[in-house]
């Protein structure tokens, strides 16, 4: 064990008495309910001495606050310090007693006092912690609980309280979560306390194995009896009761004991069997201390390269969870809240929840392990640069490590520990074996996985009580709303060797970092976003939100300039904004079904996790829910139909065809559960529903992976949509696996009528493609006349020729020319001091600014106008389906252009300013416009300017040379 880790174990029971998990002491009286709060904005508390009651109720500024609750309810967006004070009377009964108070998480930084005492101090926002008080109580008489607070700094990056500043603490992004936001309780007890209680189930041998962690506050060693007893939760019944003698020594000891149950019942997500254990001390004949905890006999491992559940290959379907509630913000007012998203994504065929960065509430645990949902464990770290790297960082990453799986380690529903996220500093990379050591010592029985994303070193997997490692790739990928073959395949190549992808003919390199070929792989992240229907949401953040609180404000912020944008630019396409989220979702709710598929396509990927159920905080776009826990419709469907235990992906070579090209359609069954006999239907149809080609055979749907279909169809008499169609009957006729696909046809001719243009082209695949097509054209120079319209093609990286070209094209546009850009080159949005800048567009006669504009978790449409330029393809809707080769990934924004552009995309700023340190509670940034495609006056001429990638799709998808052929039809009218 390294120093640093020694270190800070000293440090730990030092300082806090208590870091274990939350188990249920029989005899406690609630603290919670009406506290009393100053915010200390001047931070002058410790220096006024405001714990001292008499100092407190002379202050003018005493608020009332309900605990548990987080503080930015009552005050804004508050980092800083506050006190908390409250009374309370201890029973005169409990005099000989040992108290504790027991606090279930305060954020960040707690120094408690009793009655003017000073009783100890904690640090770590989410897990709980205690004192022993009983020499400072009064008894039946009023006691004076008071708290220092300094809770999380996180935007104000000016502010520095007691050494720590902005985004230095181990925070969840979602909420400051600051103060008291958990239940407080006072725990009577005689000599014998018991810590904590430890269960290891082993569902193959029937047995609990419990570590029992006690302290005897008595002067001498004492021979005490200990009782367990084990009762199945949902019949209240006990199914075996133990008493043992045991000599417990004066001060701290621990017990380990065996407890074997009978007619024992697994817990899985289709049956959570918890049991509960009691344990309670005797001394003398009185009962000392009696702490109940819940469990239930399973094992999450992986074998054979497969996650397996209680010995059984168990394919996972995740969800990862922001965790933001509309009221409570951190944890939900109303417990219905929380089992409406659990049952939600129980229904949307999901196994797995993956809580974003930090342990969830106690009560959303309970939940979690009583519907019966594995559920990935992890501590407050953020991924990559949170919390930012102090000299304090080693230590308080392993404190947060440490208490988090101490607090969840009994939890059924808790099946592994996730201990960071997309690593990438230095001290982190070498800690990360040490701290995966750390914590299987204090968690035996969980799979360990050191990192989520492979960042550091690719992901390492440590299985159940094994201390050594097995190769494991963890997966994060946000492709945008486009799964085109191309990155179909990427899904297809993860964990092959580049020999076995070239003879599966898998093109191209495979999504990951660090990959181990042949290992077990997981895509823990991937999915694509769309805009919630805000004018709903926020009428009920009118009706029932809090005015202060940071989701009604950024819901609000988001749903009006979403509407200003809309009316302004885009009202003759959109006839309301809900048509508009609408159009989003539906693309949405496609790209997530098609990433799964992919992914279920490849036998060597045992599981993934869509990002995400709900959203929330600056991750806005992701949820199938929005933020009141209703679906998203098109989205929820599609990614439910998508989760199925049976399904079909359906692929055709290519998505859009030349007339005359043969149209590869494949098909794959993908079954997680028993062989299945059945008929397989398949058709062609067009847009009227007459069918082109169909195909019907008896099949035996097997496990796994099967290919049911490889078929050749002729185009050479179609032109427009099609749409294939699979489905799977059983002898029932039900069907048991359904999907669509579609495919278009295109009879590219070259308009017979274009007037002379001029080219100047440094890629050679504009001329390449006019030379085939019969296009006659003029090579750009200074000879050519003003009247000749140009197209110029650039090589999108910078050289040196292009300054002369740019010098020449901007003085024909000045004197009155008209140019088409094609493609120019640019230089991507890059950050600086953590902040992104813009990208701009280099030897270009304007200045033109870009933005990214591919889509991650968040929605960006590029809505195309109806305009000759799109003559034979959709308008009048954003890109989509046709459009995936060639919908831009940089778009152009603050364009000087007098006439509306051709190809407008509507998105918003991932945070606030594009700044890294402002990526937290407060939400997402501005909502913005761009264009694709725009018309720019420049001098007496004009320029239009595309960013589509036309040029390296020519002659390969009939979409890009239609789009390049009505370009030039229309600037040489």
């Given at each position: 064990?390294?120093?640093?880790?020694?270190?800070?174990?000293?440090?730990?029971?030092?300082?806090?008495?208590?870091?274990?998990?939350?188990?249920?002491?029989?005899?406690?009286?609630?603290?919670?309910?009406?506290?009393?709060?100053?915010?200390?904005?001047?931070?002058?508390?410790?220096?006024?001495?405001?714990?001292?009651?008499?100092?407190?109720?002379?202050?003018?500024?005493?608020?009332?606050?309900?605990?548990?609750?987080?503080?930015?309810?009552?005050?804004?967006?508050?980092?800083?310090?506050?006190?908390?004070?409250?009374?309370?009377?201890?029973?005169?009964?409990?005099?000989?007693?040992?108290?504790?108070?027991?606090?279930?998480?305060?954020?960040?930084?707690?120094?408690?006092?009793?009655?003017?005492?000073?009783?100890?101090?904690?640090?770590?926002?989410?897990?709980?912690?205690?004192?022993?008080?009983?020499?400072?109580?009064?008894?039946?008489?009023?006691?004076?609980?008071?708290?220092?607070?300094?809770?999380?700094?996180?935007?104000?990056?000016?502010?520095?309280?007691?050494?720590?500043?902005?985004?230095?603490?181990?925070?969840?992004?979602?909420?400051?979560?600051?103060?008291?936001?958990?239940?407080?309780?006072?725990?009577?007890?005689?000599?014998?306390?018991?810590?904590?209680?430890?269960?290891?189930?082993?569902?193959?041998?029937?047995?609990?194995?419990?570590?029992?962690?006690?302290?005897?506050?008595?002067?001498?060693?004492?021979?005490?009896?200990?009782?367990?007893?084990?009762?199945?939760?949902a019949t209240n019944k006990a199914v075996v009761s133990k008493q043992i003698s045991h000599k417990f020594q004066a001060g701290q000891s621990k017990l380990f004991e065996?407890?074997?149950?009978?007619?024992?019942?697994?817990?899985?997500?289709?049956?959570?069997?918890?049991?509960?254990?009691?344990?309670?001390?005797?001394?003398?004949?009185?009962?000392?201390?009696?702490?109940?905890?819940?469990?239930?006999?399973?094992?999450?491992?992986?074998?054979?390269?497969?996650?397996?559940?209680?010995?059984?290959?168990?394919?996972?379907?995740?969800?990862?969870?922001?965790?933001?509630?509309?009221?409570?913000?951190?944890?939900?007012?109303?417990?219905?809240?929380?089992?409406?998203?659990?049952?939600?994504?129980?229904?949307?065929?999901?196994?797995?929840?993956?809580?974003?960065?930090?342990?969830?509430?106690?009560?959303?645990?309970?939940?979690?392990?009583?519907?019966?949902?594995?559920?990935?464990?992890?501590?407050?770290?953020?991924?990559?640069?949170?919390?930012?790297?102090?000299?304090?960082?080693?230590?308080?990453?392993?404190?947060?490590?440490?208490?988090?799986?101490?607090?969840?380690?009994?939890?059924?529903?808790?099946?592994?520990?996730?201990?960071?996220?997309?690593?990438?500093?230095?001290?982190?990379?070498?800690?990360?074996?040490?701290?995966?050591?750390?914590?299987?010592?204090?968690?035996?029985?969980?799979?360990?996985?050191?990192?989520?994303?492979?960042?550091?070193?690719?992901?390492?997997?440590?299985?159940?009580?094994?201390?050594?490692?097995?190769?494991?790739?963890?997966?994060?990928?946000?492709?945008?709303?486009?799964?085109?073959?191309?990155?179909?395949?990427?899904?297809?190549?993860?964990?092959?060797?580049?020999?076995?992808?070239?003879?599966?003919?898998?093109?191209?390199?495979?999504?990951?970092?660090?990959?181990?070929?042949?290992?077990?792989?997981?895509?823990?992240?991937?999915?694509?976003?769309?805009?919630?229907?805000?004018?709903?949401?926020?009428?009920?953040?009118?009706?029932?939100?809090?005015?202060?609180?940071?989701?009604?404000?950024?819901?609000?912020?988001?749903?009006?300039?979403?509407?200003?944008?809309?009316?302004?630019?885009?009202?003759?396409?959109?006839?309301?904004?809900?048509?508009?989220?609408?159009?989003?979702?539906?693309?949405?709710?496609?790209?997530?079904?098609?990433?799964?598929?992919?992914?279920?396509?490849?036998?060597?990927?045992?599981?993934?996790?869509?990002?995400?159920?709900?959203?929330?905080?600056?991750?806005?776009?992701?949820?199938?829910?929005?933020?009141?826990?209703?679906?998203?419709?098109?989205?929820?469907?599609?990614?439910?139909?998508?989760?199925?235990?049976?399904?079909?992906?359906?692929?055709?070579?290519?998505?859009?065809?030349?007339?005359?090209?043969?149209?590869?359609?494949?098909?794959?069954?993908?079954?997680?559960?028993?062989?299945?006999?059945?008929?397989?239907?398949?058709?062609?149809?067009?847009?009227?529903?007459?069918?082109?080609?169909?195909?019907?055979?008896?099949?035996?749907?097997?496990?796994?992976?099967?290919?049911?279909?490889?078929?050749?169809?002729?185009?050479?008499?179609?032109?427009?949509?099609?749409?294939?169609?699979?489905?799977?009957?059983?002898?029932?006729?039900?069907?048991?696996?359904?999907?669509?696909?579609?495919?278009?046809?295109?009879?590219?001719?070259?308009?017979?009528?274009?007037?002379?243009?001029?080219?100047?082209?440094?890629?050679?695949?504009?001329?390449?493609?006019?030379?085939?097509?019969?296009?006659?054209?003029?090579?750009?120079?200074?000879?050519?006349?003003?009247?000749?319209?140009?197209?110029?093609?650039?090589?999108?990286?910078?050289?040196?020729?292009?300054?002369?070209?740019?010098?020449?094209?901007?003085?024909?546009?000045?004197?009155?020319?008209?140019?088409?850009?094609?493609?120019?080159?640019?230089?991507?949005?890059?950050?600086?001091?953590?902040?992104?800048?813009?990208?701009?567009?280099?030897?270009?006669?304007?200045?033109?600014?870009?933005?990214?504009?591919?889509?991650?978790?968040?929605?960006?449409?590029?809505?195309?106008?109806?305009?000759?330029?799109?003559?034979?393809?959709?308008?009048?809707?954003?890109?989509?389906?046709?459009?995936?080769?060639?919908?831009?990934?940089?778009?152009?924004?603050?364009?000087?252009?007098?006439?509306?552009?051709?190809?407008?995309?509507?998105?918003?700023?991932?945070?606030?300013?594009?700044?890294?340190?402002?990526?937290?509670?407060?939400?997402?940034?501005?909502?913005?416009?761009?264009?694709?495609?725009?018309?720019?006056?420049?001098?007496?001429?004009?320029?239009?300017?595309?960013?589509?990638?036309?040029?390296?799709?020519?002659?390969?998808?009939?979409?890009?040379?239609?789009?390049?052929?009505?370009?030039?039809?229309?600037?040489?009218?």
């Amino acid at each position: 064990m390294s120093n640093i880790i020694k270190s800070f174990l000293i440090l730990v029971f030092a300082v806090s008495t208590n870091v274990y998990s939350q188990q249920k002491h029989a005899n406690t009286q609630s603290l919670d309910g009406d506290w009393q709060i100053i915010f200390d904005k001047e931070n002058i508390s410790r220096a006024k001495k405001l714990y001292k009651n008499k100092n407190f109720l002379a202050q003018s500024n005493i608020q009332n606050i309900t605990v548990p609750s987080v503080w930015e309810l009552e005050e804004k967006d508050y980092e800083g310090v506050a006190v908390y004070r409250r009374s309370f009377t201890a029973p005169k009964k409990w005099q000989d007693k040992i108290t504790h108070i027991s606090f279930d998480a305060v954020n960040y930084r707690a120094e408690v006092y009793l009655n003017d005492n000073v009783v100890g101090v904690h640090e770590g926002g989410f897990t709980p912690f205690s004192f022993r008080i009983d020499s400072m109580l009064n008894f039946d008489k009023e006691n004076i609980i008071t708290l220092r607070v300094l809770g999380p700094i996180l935007l104000d990056t000016d502010k520095v309280i007691d050494g720590i500043g902005a985004m230095e603490t181990p925070q969840w992004r979602g909420g400051i979560s600051g103060g008291i936001w958990q239940s407080v309780r006072l725990v009577a007890t005689e000599k014998s306390y018991i810590k904590d209680v430890y269960i290891q189930p082993n569902y193959q041998t029937s047995q609990a194995k419990v570590t029992l962690s006690t302290t005897n506050f008595g002067e001498f060693s004492s021979q005490d009896k200990v009782n367990f007893t084990i009762t199945e939760v949902a019949t209240n019944k006990a199914v075996v009761s133990k008493q043992i003698s045991h000599k417990f020594q004066a001060g701290q000891s621990k017990l380990f004991e065996t407890i074997d149950i009978p007619n024992a019942k697994t817990w899985s997500p289709s049956n959570p069997n918890l049991y509960k254990l009691t344990v309670s001390i005797e001394r003398q004949g009185k009962v000392s201390d009696t702490v109940s905890d819940r469990f239930g006999l399973r094992e999450f491992s992986v074998k054979d390269k497969r996650f397996v559940l209680n010995g059984k290959e168990i394919y996972v379907k995740a969800v990862f969870l922001e965790g933001v509630y509309p009221i409570g913000i951190a944890t939900p007012v109303d417990l219905d809240l929380a089992r409406k998203e659990i049952r939600l994504a129980k229904e949307a065929g999901f196994n797995m929840i993956r809580p974003w960065r930090r342990p969830p509430p106690p009560k959303w645990l309970d939940l979690a392990d009583e519907m019966g949902v594995l559920v990935i464990g992890s501590p407050a770290l953020e991924c990559m640069d949170l919390p930012v790297s102090t000299p304090d960082l080693p230590r308080r990453v392993i404190n947060e490590l440490k208490q988090s799986i101490l607090r969840d380690r009994n939890r059924a529903s808790v099946v592994m520990w996730e201990l960071y996220n997309e690593v990438r500093r230095p001290i982190l990379k070498q800690m990360m074996t040490e701290t995966s050591m750390m914590a299987r010592d204090i968690d035996p029985s969980r799979l360990i996985l050191d990192e989520s994303g492979g960042w550091a070193f690719g992901a390492k997997v440590y299985l159940p009580n094994e201390r050594d490692f097995i190769p494991f790739n963890d997966v994060h990928t946000y492709p945008g709303p486009n799964v085109t073959n191309d990155f179909y395949d990427k899904f297809l190549g993860v964990s092959y060797t580049k020999e076995e992808r070239k003879k599966l003919n898998i093109k191209g390199n495979p999504i990951g970092h660090n990959l181990k070929e042949g290992a077990t792989s997981f895509v823990s992240e991937l999915g694509y976003g769309s805009y919630v229907d805000f004018d709903k949401v926020n009428a009920r953040f009118a009706k029932e939100g809090n005015p202060l609180a940071p989701p009604t404000r950024y819901h609000k912020q988001l749903g009006t300039q979403l509407s200003e944008l809309l009316s302004s630019e885009l009202s003759d396409i959109y006839a309301s904004p809900l048509d508009f989220y609408n159009e989003q979702q539906e693309i949405h709710g496609k790209a997530n079904a098609r990433m799964i598929e992919a992914t279920r396509a490849n036998p060597k990927i045992t599981g993934y996790c869509v990002h995400a159920l709900t959203g929330g905080d600056w991750v806005m776009g992701a949820g199938l829910l929005d933020i009141w826990r209703n679906p998203k419709k098109e989205v929820y469907n599609r990614t439910q139909q998508a989760n199925l235990p049976r399904i079909l992906t359906i692929r055709t070579f290519p998505r859009s065809a030349y007339q005359g090209e043969k149209v590869r359609i494949t098909v794959k069954g993908i079954n997680d559960i028993e062989m299945l006999a059945g008929k397989f239907n398949v058709s062609v149809t067009d847009s009227h529903g007459k069918v082109i080609w169909q195909n019907s055979s008896n099949i035996d749907f097997n496990h796994a992976i099967s290919d049911l279909l490889d078929h050749k169809i002729s185009t050479d008499n179609l032109s427009g949509t099609y749409a294939v169609s699979a489905e799977i009957i059983d002898d029932q006729d039900n069907k048991v696996a359904v999907n669509t696909f579609d495919f278009d046809v295109f009879n590219n001719q070259a308009p017979s009528t274009l007037k002379r243009f001029a080219v100047a082209d440094q890629t050679g695949s504009v001329k390449s493609f006019l030379n085939k097509q019969g296009v006659k054209f003029s090579s750009f120079n200074s000879d050519t006349s003003i009247s000749t319209p140009v197209i110029v093609a650039m090589a999108l990286k910078k050289q040196e020729k292009q300054a002369a070209l740019n010098k020449q094209l901007n003085h024909f546009v000045k004197l009155g020319g008209k140019v088409l850009y094609v493609q120019f080159p640019f230089i991507g949005p890059k950050w600086t001091d953590g902040v992104l800048s813009k990208g701009f567009a280099i030897n270009m006669p304007i200045n033109i600014k870009m933005k990214a504009s591919q889509g991650l978790w968040g929605g960006m449409s590029h809505v195309v106008a109806e305009h000759h330029i799109f003559n034979g393809l959709p308008s009048k809707q954003s890109m989509q389906g046709v459009y995936e080769n060639v919908r831009a990934s940089m778009t152009m924004v603050n364009l000087d252009i007098t006439t509306k552009p051709i190809v407008t995309v509507v998105a918003n700023d991932n945070f606030p300013d594009m700044t890294l340190m402002k990526r937290h509670y407060q939400g997402t940034g501005d909502v913005w416009s761009g264009s694709d495609l725009s018309e720019v006056k420049h001098g007496k001429g004009s320029m239009l300017l595309s960013t589509m990638k036309i040029v390296p799709n020519l002659g390969k998808d009939p979409v890009a040379d239609i789009l390049l052929m009505n370009l030039l039809s229309f600037i040489t009218q």
